[in-house]
């Protein structure tokens, strides 16, 4: 995520999340190349996805579209 127009994950040190600049390299819809800022070991905190919402979002897609004929 952003924060002050920098990227930024956040790591867990001595029981706390801390905020970690990172600068990161490619990235699809799903991961992101980190390049700079953690070291081997970090401890990130990974957002929850949700994985209900996307199928909802994708079964309604598939109603509202015409059926092949």
Request: proline share 7%.
């Amino acid at each position: 995520r952003k924060r002050d127009g920098r990227d930024v994950v956040e790591i867990i040190k001595d029981g706390k999340r801390i905020p970690q600049p990172v600068i990161t390299g490619l990235e699809d819809d799903v991961k992101i190349e980190i390049k700079k800022g953690l070291e081997e070991g970090d401890r990130v905190v990974i957002p929850q996805f949700d994985y209900q919402m996307m199928e909802r979002s994708e079964d309604l897609e598939r109603r509202r579209s015409p059926s092949p004929r």
